[in-house]
């Protein structure tokens, strides 16, 4: 069974500054997919980015990266120019390229960002 | 286009109580998953529809139940409910299943006492 970890329950950034999430994984597929998600007071979870394993090119969206290091299977977000919007708890989330969409989740890294 | 709902929002139920939760996904979609999120834990999986049909079920125990209907909504059944089942429960839904952005509701929030 595939696991996810994220060691940070809390991480704390002042705003414009860069903050990194770690997060890692254990599979033994070859296949699959990563993403992070961020779940806001509102509780509704929104897909931040995504990571195919069989890229080898670090996913950006804007101010968002992650590196991805499949033989260490660690997938880290690295947010830039933090805003106060960016305060979360921000899930990591595994799916295997042949199942149905099941996503595994690690724990959650509460961000607080400080004016 | 309306994203999502889940219906209702908030709940409270009395122990050996039975709960239904409702996911209508977003127009056009035809999976619908659910997942249970305990308090300061990450979702944990529990089922997954497509075309009406169970396309993968999590390790959970036989209180739980899902259907989909033929307008792809959804509803989570739990029986004999326990404190434990108290959580956020969160809906996915995704265009085929296979696809890798799933889109979530805001969640219904269960309180068992």
């Known amino acids: 069974a595939q696991t996810v970890t994220q060691s940070q329950p809390e991480m704390s950034v002042q705003e414009a500054e860069t903050v990194t999430l770690s997060c890692t994984y254990d599979?033994?597929?070859?296949?699959?997919?990563l993403f992070w998600y961020k779940q806001p007071p509102s509780r509704q979870m929104i897909l931040v980015i995504r990571?195919?394993?069989?890229?080898?090119q670090n996913a950006t969206e804007n101010r968002f990266s992650v590196n991805f290091q499949k033989a260490a299977k660690s997938f880290s977000l690295k947010i830039s120019d933090s805003q106060l919007g960016d305060a979360a708890m921000y899930f990591c989330?595994?799916?295997?390229?042949?199942?149905?969409?099941?996503?595994?989740f690690g724990q959650g890294t509460i961000l607080t960002v400080h004016p | 286009d309306a994203g999502v709902t889940q219906s209702p929002t908030h709940l409270i139920k009395t122990r050996g109580q039975q709960v239904t939760l409702r996911c209508s996904p977003i127009s056009g979609h035809k999976s619908v998953s659910w997942y249970q999120q305990v308090l300061g834990q990450g979702p944990q999986f529990i089922f997954q529809?497509?075309?009406?049909?169970?396309?993968g079920r999590g390790n959970f125990p036989d209180r739980f139940s899902a259907r989909q209907f033929p307008n792809y909504s959804s509803e989570l059944n739990v029986n004999a409910l326990l404190l434990g089942d108290s959580a956020l429960y969160l809906c996915?839904?995704?265009?085929?299943?296979?696809?890798?952005?799933?889109?979530f509701g805001q969640g219904t929030r269960l309180t068992v006492v």
């Open positions: 996915a839904s995704s265009a085929t299943g296979w696809d890798t952005e799933a889109f």
């Open positions: 529809y497509y075309e009406k049909e169970e396309r």
């Open positions: 990571q195919e394993a069989y890229k080898q």
């Open positions: 599979t033994s597929e070859s296949d699959y997919y």
């Open positions: 989330a595994y799916r295997s390229a042949g199942s149905y969409g099941k996503l595994t």
